[in-house]
């Protein structure tokens, strides 16, 4: 449903983002996380047609961004980062202004209305006007008014910053409901938020995408060639050997309390020893009650990202000075 080939976005002399390649399908929940500055917003301009890229391409169902934008903001709902919206006016009055825009006549406007404050809870908001609106209201606001053209793809720009955790739970709970009928890609710097809400991840970092994959496919990636944690009885020295000699294994580490050996096993990223372990452990007639890989952490690799984009900025010599 969206494609992207080589995208590159410089603003000036400053690459924002760096040749990236991503694909969301038809039905999916994709999150687009990355620290700030990553090239997220920027990323999501060029998709929904409000600036042109410098290089690569980008489609969205099969229309290209550039060349047929009218199309493509057909099928697209979009929330900015900061919905703009007009605080004098009512709920109503706005949405009826964004549906005129869209080129609905007043009688689809007003059963587009319906449906979208139906969707988006609005309920008794939708006479009051804007101002009135706490945060969380006009976030919904912002999403009703990307719907209103039943679009097949929605994409959210950091759709719950500035909310408090209520608010924050029941627009999760909405994006959540909208993804039954939408594609939906929403951008995020928190990696709860896509943990929270989405089938799969793509990280960018730097400009450049770092990894992507559902959030076990990304732990699995962190995990690849690590550790591996077992519990088994047995001669502590000779099943430190005969673990050490299973191919795919490079390293193990025993302590042993009760009669139990606890081992962390280091394997390489080629193989994974696990096979083996067990029926090194049932040849010998040593009981073996664990073995599991360690507990990779998304929040690490996350945060790890994060530091190589903020030190690979330095180096590159184009740190973020505040103009
Ligand atoms: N209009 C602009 N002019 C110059 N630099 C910009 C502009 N918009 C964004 N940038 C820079 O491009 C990079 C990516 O920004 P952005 O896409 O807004 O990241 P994100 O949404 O992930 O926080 C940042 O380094 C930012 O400072
Ligand atoms: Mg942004």
Redesign the pocket.
């Known amino acids: 449903m969206i494609h992207v080939q080589n995208l590159t976005k410089d603003?000036?002399d400053?690459r924002?983002i760096d040749g990236i390649s991503f694909h969301i399908s038809e039905g999916e929940i994709v999150g687009f996380l990355?620290p700030?500055?990553?090239?997220?917003?920027?990323?999501i301009r060029i998709l929904t047609c409000y600036m042109p890229a410098t290089s690569g391409t980008a489609t969205v169902g099969g229309h290209d961004v550039f060349t047929e934008s009218m199309a493509v903001r057909r099928i697209i709902g979009y929330l900015p980062e900061n919905v703009p919206i007009y605080p004098q006016m009512r709920v109503r009055e706005y949405l009826h202004f964004r549906g005129k825009l869209h080129g609905l006549d007043r009688s689809a406007r007003q059963a587009a209305i319906r449906r979208v404050a139906e969707l988006c809870w609005l309920g008794d908001f939708i006479d009051r006007p804007i101002y009135q609106l706490s945060k969380g209201m006009r976030q919904r606001v912002g999403l009703a008014d990307a719907l209103l053209h039943d679009p097949k793809v929605l994409i959210l720009d950091e759709p719950t910053v500035g909310l408090d955790p209520t608010q924050i739970r029941e627009t999760r709970n909405l994006i959540k409901e909208l993804a039954k009928r939408h594609t939906v890609m929403l951008?995020s710097?928190i990696l709860p938020e896509v943990e929270a809400t989405c089938q799969r991840t793509i990280i960018i970092a730097g400009?450049r995408i770092a990894a992507s994959g559902s959030p076990d496919e990304l732990k699995e990636r962190i995990r690849g060639g690590s550790r591996l944690i077992v519990e088994m009885t047995g001669p502590a020295p000779e099943v430190t050997s005969a673990i050490e000699s299973i191919t795919g294994v490079k390293n193990v580490q025993a302590t042993s309390s009760n009669g139990w050996n606890r081992l962390i096993v280091e394997t390489t990223r080629e193989r994974d020893p696990r096979e083996d372990i067990f029926r090194v452990a049932a040849n010998r007639n040593w009981t073996l009650r664990e073995l599991r890989p360690e507990v990779a952490s998304l929040e690490e690799f996350f945060i790890q990202i994060t530091a190589q984009q903020a030190t690979g900025q330095r180096a590159a010599g184009r740190g973020?000075e505040v103009a």
């Open positions: 603003y000036g400053r924002a990355g700030n500055g990553a090239g997220k917003t920027t990323t951008s710097h400009g973020r």
